[in-house]
């Protein structure tokens, strides 16, 4: 049974402070007695809800607990309609159909496998209410039944805005060209002004890469090479004095370089906090971190930090200085081997419009899963490229999932046609349509996910094998994660969700009174790192492959623009390392997910005009 006192203490743990904390108190026990939940699950579920309201002060109020009571409710729901909606029972009138190809009772309403093989290759591709129904995607409803999806009322609702445009729609206004043009028979074109230059750095795995024969020594080679790659840009930038073993008695102080460990399974706590040195250049043994003397600190499980501190029993290693941000050194993509990179753009730009290209760039960027829970029709994709069309970007960047495997039908088996097929029918061919409809002066980027049902389940996951002849320098896969530049505006992208996963492994403390945003706060680490997935060891559902890993991972130079999807709320921030004059500046976007359940969900447009300050960014609901 949880007590008070093992509820503060996560919340402690946590960073957030209890105003009225006898009374929640109370009440957090009867939750986790109710709801059958140990003190670090219920602060976890708390932080869940700290960061979808978007709430900047850390603390726990009494009259938010009800709010988080029915965030707990819809929790409980979720759990237990995912459980029966895996549950499938088939009879003896199933297992006959399907040895002899005979046909379900029409007055069921279920779908039949189409006998005509034209008819699944070469359906029409701009009817995909009845495409849907020939393949048996539409999961037994009638070509003429209206989804939740098609019954939303509000559409195209920008929901954020961050720059200064004045093209830029109110804070929940409607976009009134959308809306009073989205039921014309006939979209009228419209071009772009100007064709974006692509160029994609490959450094990551190659299609029909070979994976999952990492070994022991791949994983501890990995991790030695990181902590010393990192320990040789402490020694370059001149800034530290020369490196110490930490697990050395040493009565002065001292600086190492090492990797943030827990003792133990569980979350990171003020006694479980490790420090792994370089096993090469240091004893690599693990030495206990105090960090009780620092008034403000994040850390995670994989992060490689500089410590300034003593030792002076050779047991304890007790910090006065963690630097956790990796110092900024001159590194391109120069760097990388020639091989690994592939320009997608053989145009050469007239001279006089150089400067203006390298730095204009518009995106419209959208995270899958791109069709609702409750069909496969594709709804919002459709939705979302007619937007496109009335208000074409230079490039349109689709995050995966496309085939979601946590689809309720996809994890049933309740289609009658392969992953691929929906893949080339219901997003490659739309997609195909799109571009050729809006001419050479569009751009299709897209990114896979450990989701998708038809592609490698592997991270780093290689690009989709897309070949689609007369059509190869408009549409794009990129390996996940992956980098690019449109314009010379450098664009990292990965659509694991790192920010869900730091977020409950975080330990961070901050000054008594002191606000700061968590979410910029989790974004920075991944390009303090230099890593688009710094965490170490990943969860048991990451498929994390440590051969892969090291050059894949690796932020080579801070990108301008770095997408981060996420289930957690949307954003568009500026993220700032360095000091003054000196400081690099990044804007991390978090689109949101196109589709959330049946409902409709977000995406963003985005115009880039060399720097953040130029910049415009709308989060639009669609």
């Not at 009228?188 to 070994?215: I, W």
């Not at 096993?279 to 043994?285: D, H, K, L, P, V």
């Not at 400081?583 to 115009?607: D, H, I, M, Q, W």
Request: hydrophobic share 35%; charged share 25%; with cysteine.
């Amino acid at each position: 049974m949880a007590t008070d006192e093992e509820i503060k203490r996560e919340f402690n743990r946590s960073g957030f402070a209890l105003v009225e904390e006898e009374e929640i108190l109370e009440r957090c026990v009867t939750l986790c007695i109710n709801y059958s939940l140990k003190p670090s699950e219920l602060v976890s579920s708390w932080e869940l809800y700290h960061l979808n309201r978007q709430i900047i002060d850390q603390t726990v109020k009494k009259d938010e607990m009800d709010g988080f009571l029915l965030h707990l409710q819809n929790q409980q729901r979720e759990s237990i309609m995912k459980e029966e909606a895996g549950l499938h029972i088939y009879s003896n009138r199933d297992v006959d159909m399907i040895l002899d190809g005979i046909p379900e009772d029409t007055t069921e309403e279920t779908v039949t496998t189409p006998t005509n093989n034209s008819q699944r290759l070469h359906p029409d591709p701009f009817d995909s209410i009845n495409r849907s129904k020939d393949y048996g995607y539409s999961t037994g409803k009638s070509a003429g039944h209206v989804t939740p999806f098609a019954r939303r009322i509000d559409k195209f609702v920008v929901k954020f805005n961050i720059g200064n445009n004045v093209e830029a729609q109110a804070e929940n206004g409607h976009n009134n060209d959308v809306e009073s043009s989205e039921d014309d028979m006939i979209i009228q074109r419209v071009q772009t002004s100007h064709r974006c230059s692509l160029k994609v750095n490959g450094s990551g795995p190659e299609a029909g890469c070979r994976f999952m024969y990492d070994r022991t020594e791949d994983r501890f080679n990995a991790l030695e090479n990181r902590i010393i790659r990192h320990a040789d840009a402490f020694a370059a930038s001149g800034l530290y004095d020369e490196q110490v073993d930490p697990a050395v008695a040493s009565q002065r102080s001292i600086f190492a370089v090492g990797m943030i460990c827990c003792d133990g399974e569980g979350h990171l706590n003020d006694k479980s906090i490790l420090l792994q040195s370089s096993a090469e250049r240091t004893s690599g043994q693990r030495v206990p971190l105090d960090l009780n003397r620092l008034n403000q600190f994040s850390i995670f499980p994989g992060q490689i930090v500089g410590i300034e501190g003593q030792n002076p029993s050779g047991h304890y290693f007790t910090a006065s200085k963690l630097v956790d941000s990796v110092p900024l050194t001159v590194t391109t993509d120069v760097d990388l081997p020639p091989a690994k990179k592939q320009n997608l753009d053989q145009e050469v730009l007239p001279l006089a419009d150089e400067s203006r290209e390298k730095t204009d760039v518009s995106f419209i960027v959208a995270s899958g899963p791109f069709t609702t829970t409750d069909n496969l029709l594709f709804e919002p994709l459709n939705e979302l490229l007619a937007y496109a069309k009335r208000k074409p970007p230079q490039l349109l960047v689709l995050l995966g999932p496309f085939v979601d495997s946590e689809h309720p039908e996809i994890k049933k088996g309740a289609v009658d046609a392969t992953f691929n097929e929906i893949f080339h029918v219901e997003v490659l061919r739309k997609l195909q349509d799109y571009v050729e409809f809006m001419g050479s002066e569009v751009r299709v980027v897209l990114v896979p996910s450990i989701r998708d049902a038809n592609h490698d389940f592997i991270f780093p996951q290689p690009p989709f094998n897309i070949h689609i002849p007369d059509l190869e320098h408009q549409m794009t896969s990129l390996s996940n994660p992956g980098t690019f530049e449109a314009n010379q505006v450098k664009v990292g992208c990965c659509t694991v969700d790192v920010l869900k996963h730091l977020s409950g492994e975080e330990m961070s403390k901050n000054p008594s009174g002191a606000t700061t945003d968590r979410m910029s706060r989790l974004a920075s680490h991944l390009l303090r790192q230099r890593s688009f997935y710094p965490l170490y060891p990943p969860p048991e559902s990451l498929p994390y492959d440590s051969t892969l890993a090291p050059k894949a991972l690796q932020i080579s130079s801070i990108p301008d623009i770095l997408l981060l999807p996420s289930d957690m709320r949307y954003f568009v921030k500026v993220l700032s390392l360095g000091e003054g004059e000196d400081a690099v500046k990044c804007v991390c976007v978090n689109p949101g997910r196109l589709a959330k359940g049946e409902g409709a969900g977000t995406f963003v447009e985005l115009s880039y005009k060399g720097g953040p300050e130029s910049m415009h960014a709308s989060i639009i609901s669609i």
